[in-house]
């Protein structure tokens, strides 16, 4: 299994500007072709302008595989061409991690 673990910075004040863009406009696209977040947070204290999602692959073949076919999607350009017109997205840092054997994700 591999984890795709996404960490979005958004511009203070914005951040549940940005989550509705992508509730209303992103996320039926995303999870048609990724299936459903492991995870989907944002943070309560902190750096409080963050956003963290999780999404679970096979392996490297199986995202690029999903994730090409999600860039495909004209659902998903529109709502990419939308999220770019906001400008609430300031960073995106992304790792690719494997779950330890004692992980309780089993998949």
């Known amino acids: 299994m591999l984890v795709d673990h996404r960490t979005y910075r958004i ?8 989550l509705d863009i992508y509730e209303q406009h992103g996320l039926a696209a995303q ?31 199986d995202r690029m595989r999903r994730r090409a076919n ?3 999607d004209p659902e998903w350009l529109a709502y990419i061409k939308r999220l770019n017109e906001s400008g609430y997205l300031v960073e995106q840092r992304t790792s690719l991690m494997i779950p330890t054997k004692f992980c309780p994700i089993k998949r």
């Open 11 to 18: 511009k203070p004040g914005m951040t549940q500007a940005h």
């Open 31 to 61: 999870t048609r072709h990724l299936g459903p977040p492991l995870a989907y947070l944002y943070a309560e204290s902190g750096d409080v302008n963050t956003i963290v999602h999780q999404w679970a692959y096979e392996d490297a073949a």
């Open 70 to 72: 999600m860039w495909a």
